[in-house]
């Protein structure tokens, strides 16, 4: 079983900023797999399907964006088979061009209070994460009001291009049981190595 955990603030006014990257990829497996995201646990909104023979929970954390961990630690601490690395974090990165993808087997939080709020609650770095690249923050505005603002026209192409790459990542993660996370990396790191 795989756990996939798209981070991002509840509510109909968050659709589409920044910061709910994770959501969008989570909603577009969703529709990709025909799973209905909608009962609710530990502080989340999750659905329950089959994708490539593996049962997977996607998984939409409603604690907004800096408590994620609470609902992370509960799925976690209800599942004991599963192990950090058969979970997925998917979330945005102030430092990634707008639309590139990294995935990581472990690391820092870099920043993302989602992530930070996970390895506080699960006294762990050690589990997979998929960042999705939302652009730096200009000069005029907040890091707050930067993340919680919706993508301009000239933004949306590269916006749902990464989020199509961050599910065919997903799908390669859950489909190869035993080399899915380092395939996946192997594929979608290297395309943006030069602006590392």
Not at 124 to 141: A, C, M, V
């Amino acid at each position: 079983m795989k756990l996939i955990i798209g981070l991002g603030n509840p509510g109909s006014e968050y659709k589409w900023t920044r910061h709910n990257v994770g959501f969008e990829t989570i909603d577009k497996l969703a529709y990709d797999f025909n799973i209905n995201v909608n009962k609710n646990k530990f502080k989340s909104i999750y659905g329950e399907g089959i994708i490539h023979n593996e049962k997977v929970l996607l998984i939409k954390p409603l604690t907004y964006m800096n408590l994620s961990g609470e609902c992370v630690r509960d799925f976690l601490h209800f599942y004991k088979d599963l192990e950090l690395n058969d979970i997925m974090v998917i979330c945005d990165d102030i430092n990634l061009p707008i639309g590139s993808i990294r995935i990581r087997k472990k690391g820092s939080d870099g920043g993302q209070n989602g992530l930070k709020n996970i390895i506080y609650q699960l006294n762990s770095d050690d589990f997979p994460r998929l960042r999705i690249g939302i652009g730096q923050k200009p000069e005029q505005y907040t890091l707050a009001n930067f993340v919680l603002s919706k993508f301009n026209k000239e933004e949306e192409t590269d916006i749902i291009n990464g989020i199509t790459s961050a599910t065919d990542a997903i799908n390669i993660f859950i489909k190869d049981k035993d080399n899915g996370l380092s395939n996946a990396m192997n594929l979608f790191n290297k395309k943006i190595k030069k602006n590392e």
